[in-house]
């Protein structure tokens, strides 16, 4: 098989939750287990960093990430979604896995991987871990795919874990309330190991403190230890509490690794350059401005609104659309109306249809139309904008990879 051959038949075979939803959400560590076994425990000979969060969780990976690599490390990172390809999801200082180790991880395991029905997660997460097992990393990085305690990558002794914040997202999962879903995130604070919280936040500190008690592990609020913060090529004020996380985690990991305050400095400042990174607030163009970002719920995008209050422009063009299990209400409360909105389906089976979505935003007093495609959408919305005019694109983080 091709790789673009294997890439096909891993997404028609393998249960995907980021295209599918809740019929591809598996709640238990069994299979992951089970396939860590296979291949011969490739996480247990890593140290790993494991970072878990309702918002902020990739861009905090690839801070971590970027950091170390300018400290001199071999850095793996496995982060999700992926914006154009697969690969983009596994990478060692910043260089994608190859296609022929993609294609040889399917061809080796693929009778063990359909025999147990894996999701397309579970095994991703495995090729992960023995990727970074031959490349002999020095660390990885660890992005859990959704929520904590029950995620696949939940199978490793980290040297520190993260957890950034917490916000009412996939609650049909997780839970209804912000303690449930604490609860389920401090899933991967492991014993005698410590544990980093970005944020303290009313709801959910004592959750992490109870936790953290019970496993004997030291915990730390970064955005109470925090004062001073260096600038990153992150954009974005939303990233000023990231960037407190990871300063603090930095601070935990120098009694493993030797990271200097230059190498800091650096590293915040080369996130994208060293890793990759795309889709945070990231500007595409200037005259008219354009800018994507992937903030696809309520916390996110109350950042997203702040940001978008404190750019010039004259009107305001949003080129939106989300996934069907979104709730809609604290969306809609939160978007600007003084804007044209430009409201299109992602290309996956789990998108809203436009002229749903439409409908309820028109309800609501919002003014726009309903377009065939993500890049009908973002035609009209380039066409009808002046250059002194904002594009904003985002919802999903589908309809960002789809203009990228």
């Not at 839970?175 to 544990?195: C, D, M, N």
């Not at 389906?345 to 139309?369: I, Q, S």
Request: aromatic residues 10%.
């Amino acid at each position: 098989m091709t790789y673009q051959d294997t890439v096909n038949w891993m997404f028609s075979k393998l249960p995907m939750y980021q295209r599918q939803g809740q019929s591809a959400y598996k709640a238990d560590l069994k299979n992951s287990l089970l396939l860590a076994e296979h291949l011969n425990n490739p996480q247990q000979h890593i140290k790993t960093i494991h970072v878990a969060g309702t918002n902020g969780k990739g861009s905090t990976s690839h801070m971590l990430a970027s950091i170390l690599q300018e400290a001199g490390y071999q850095v793996g990172l496995f982060t999700s979604p992926h914006l154009k390809d697969f690969r983009e999801r596994i990478k060692v200082n910043g260089k994608v896995v190859s296609k022929a180790f993609v294609v040889g991880f399917i061809k080796r395991n693929s009778r063990f991987l359909e025999s147990r029905n894996l999701s397309f997660f579970e095994m991703t997460s495995g090729m992960a871990f023995d990727y970074f097992k031959e490349q002999q990393v020095d660390v990885a990085v660890i992005e859990v795919g959704l929520g904590g305690r029950l995620d696949s990558t939940n199978i490793i002794t980290p040297v520190v874990s993260v957890i950034t914040n917490i916000g009412l997202d996939h609650t049909q999962f997780l839970g209804t309330s912000l303690e449930q879903i604490a609860f389920e995130k401090a899933g991967i604070i492991k014993p005698h190991l410590p544990v980093v919280i970005g944020e303290t936040q009313e709801a959910t500190k004592q959750v992490f403190k109870e936790v953290a008690t019970r496993q004997q592990s030291d915990i730390y609020f970064a955005d109470a230890l925090i004062q001073e913060v260096y600038p990153s090529d992150l954009k974005g004020s939303y990233q000023q509490k990231n960037i407190k996380t990871v300063l603090q985690t930095i601070q935990v990991l120098k009694s493993s690794f030797s990271v200097s305050e230059q190498q800091i400095k650096k590293g915040l400042l080369h996130v994208v350059k060293n890793t990759g990174l795309q889709g945070r607030w990231q500007v595409l163009q200037e005259l008219p401005k354009i800018i994507c970002d992937t903030a696809h719920n309520t916390e996110g995008l109350k950042y997203i609104v702040k940001q978008l209050e404190e750019e010039p422009f004259q009107h305001l063009h949003v080129v939106f659309g989300v996934v069907n299990d979104k709730d809609l209400g604290g969306i809609l409360d939160l978007l600007p109306k003084q804007a044209t909105y430009y409201f299109c389906k992602p290309n996956v089976p789990r998108g809203m249809d436009a002229d749903l979505l439409a409908e309820a935003f028109l309800k609501e007093g919002f003014v726009g139309n309903s377009y065939l495609s993500v890049n009908e959408a973002f035609m009209a919305a380039k066409k009808e904008a002046t250059n002194k005019d904002l594009i904003y694109v985002g919802g999903s983080t589908f309809v960002v990879a789809e203009i990228i």
